[in-house]
């Protein structure tokens, strides 16, 4: 180490590097379904992890199981959603010492892992592999502890969030709890899972946002119509935003930066900005944009972290320098949207702009 790097490997990349896996960094991923993975001795298949957005709080563990193949079980300190990227399967979850529940699954379900119960994973096909991604703040947890007995090997049952006693803890539909969100624990199709408008960020956005298993973990779904794009945004990093249907493209961008990078938006694409990095996404296709999106604990959550959304965002368009803050279209580059109109009419997609004041995730 020279005298002027006092950087060293954090505990997660160490993690990382004992499991024999790779791990991604960047602002996106342009598809999660042909990741490069590693074999993965410890629980068998093969895995890959994120760090994404220049930040070690949320990060994604992509996993595949071969052709009637099934990793080996675990429980962990960290809190972790699974979304199904292709192929169907099951979920076996327990609490020490309780009988097992069983979830089957297949692509675009979206299921909660209760915190530190056990779970193990299965492939049902027997000539497909399949492939997973968890959402997690394993980065962040690890990083806290930086003892790995204590995040695996951990006896503490949380029966507040989960126990065998609740049968229909993954059979129930859930319930909504406030308008744009959401608690449940397993949702079989996030394709067809129906979100609330979000007038707010425009007429053509709709929003749900999710409580699962108890988590402080955030989740929401967000969709954009066709023939329309969100303003560009910033705001802190951690939140991976996952295209899980629809086509389109993202733009990323540094405040002052001449050149903007593009990422193609298609299912399994997953975009994770880095602080103070613009982001925007636009719907090329003639179907929604629809998003899955994956943030650290606070504005989502049922439970308070005593962080509020609402005066970031009355803040926005004052002050560029915020850390949140949004580009209002009149004032962006107008060949962002001369090349947007330009890509809608080369597919023959009706424009639906001039575009309302839309913006968010
Ligand atoms: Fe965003």
Redesign the pocket.
């Known amino acids: 180490m020279t005298s002027g790097n006092w950087q060293v490997a954090s505990s997660y990349r160490r993690f990382v590097a004992n499991e024999g896996a790779p791990l991604y960094d960047g602002s996106a991923l342009e598809d999660l379904n042909t990741l490069p993975l590693q074999e993965w001795e410890r629980r068998g298949g093969r895995v890959a992890y994120t760090r994404l957005g220049e930040q070690e709080n949320i990060n994604l563990q992509v996993v595949e199981i071969p052709p009637r193949g099934e990793l080996k079980p675990e429980h962990h300190l960290y809190e972790s959603v699974m979304y199904v990227l292709q192929g169907r399967g099951a979920t076996t979850i327990w609490q020490e010492g309780e009988p097992k529940q069983t979830v089957e699954w297949e692509e675009n379900a979206l299921l909660a892992i209760p915190l530190n119960a056990w779970h193990q994973e299965f492939n049902s096909s027997s000539d497909e592999p399949c492939r997973v991604v968890f959402g997690t703040n394993m980065a962040h947890v690890i990083n806290l502890y930086h003892n790995l007995d204590f995040v695996f090997a951990n006896p503490f049952s949380f029966q507040d969030r989960y126990s065998h006693s609740r049968q229909r803890f993954f059979v129930d539909a859930g319930s909504q709890l406030n308008l744009r969100l959401f608690e449940t624990n397993f949702i079989p199709d996030i394709k067809n899972f129906l979100l609330d408008p979000y007038p707010e960020r425009g007429k053509r956005t709709s929003v749900m946002r999710l409580c699962m298993a108890s988590a402080s973990l955030s989740l929401h779904i967000a969709e954009i119509s066709p023939g329309t794009y969100m303003t560009a945004?910033k705001?802190g990093p951690g939140?991976h935003?996952l295209c899980v249907g629809g086509e389109g493209y993202e733009l990323l961008f540094m405040p002052g930066e001449q050149s903007r990078r593009r990422v193609a938006l298609n299912p399994t694409a997953v975009v994770s900005?880095r602080r103070n990095e613009y982001?925007q996404h636009f719907n090329t296709g003639s179907e929604p944009l629809r998003m899955l999106a994956f943030k650290e604990q606070g504005y989502s959550s049922k439970y308070g972290t005593g962080k509020s959304y609402q005066p970031a965002l009355s803040a926005q368009d004052k002050d560029p320098n915020a850390e949140i803050f949004q580009i209002s279209y009149e004032k962006e580059d107008p060949e962002i949207s001369a090349e947007y109109y330009r890509e809608l009419e080369s597919k023959g997609i009706t424009l639906r702009l001039p575009p309302l004041n839309q913006g968010?995730?």
Do not use: D, L, M
């Open positions: 945004h705001h939140a935003v900005p982001h968010g995730h």
